[in-house]
């Protein structure tokens, strides 16, 4: 699907033992897991992302803490998805423009389609918005 | 190498904006990675795991807070890795028991090389030593 959804992973354990949550590629991970990182000590209500990529798809997962995932399509319609649980992450398409917006310590993890090159980014809003004008 | 080891990843950002950790099939994650879980809300000083792999490798992180992991092979050497760091991760190939305590509000990422199999696990300990007796 190429558009932005919630994606439910598998989940197990209680208080006693702690949680675990999982993800199998070509199950719940859409895509060949090529690239993998995971962010934290991000400082409350700061703002990161804000970039499309052409080709990378990507599942992001709020680990701990709470991360709101805002992304918009060049025609302008904008989505918004609140993780705050480790059970689900949201699948973004390459076709997004993104940005997340961290508070109460998150810890954010994030699948990648792809390894990184710089040319797969488009970290300009109107060179995104060039782009895919189609 | 077949053996229990430290990998280090690739590190960026700062106190103002976070911290970042990346790791890439083939360079620093050397396996493809067919399943990942992560664990959190786990109670100070818990011990999980307590099994090992017949085929499975995996590649451990504390992304928050302390694990102690601690390998023995069938020969009975022991070792122990204390990950405190996100930005480093222990390598365990098939052939190790390990367990793993958590500290600190751990959160615990987990990179593995294939899709959960149960007979892909040794649970008990006698079973471990003899499948490895050579």
Redesign the interface.
């Known amino acids: 699907m190429n558009t932005a959804h919630l994606i439910e992973f598998q989940h197990t ?1 209680n ?13 719940q ?1 859409p895509f ?12 409350n209500g ?1 703002i ?1 992302g804000k970039h499309a990529h052409k080709i990378t798809e990507q599942l992001l ?1 709020a ?2 803490g709470k991360i709101i995932v805002t992304t918009e399509k060049a025609d302008g319609n904008v989505e918004k998805f609140e993780l705050t649980n ?1 059970t689900e992450g949201v699948y973004l398409p390459p076709n997004v423009w993104h940005t997340m917006a ?1 508070f109460d310590d998150a ?1 954010q ?1 994030v ?1 990648c389609s792809t ?2 090159r710089e040319d797969d980014y488009l970290r300009n809003y109107e060179q995104f918005k060039e782009y895919y004008k189609s």
Chains 1, 2 share one sequence.
């Open positions: 354990g208080e006693l033992i702690g949680m675990l949550d999982i993800a199998e590629t070509g199950k991970i060949e897991v090529k690239r993998v990182f995971w962010t934290h000590s991000v400082p700061t990161r997962i680990v701990k480790s961290y810890v993890l699948f390894v990184y």
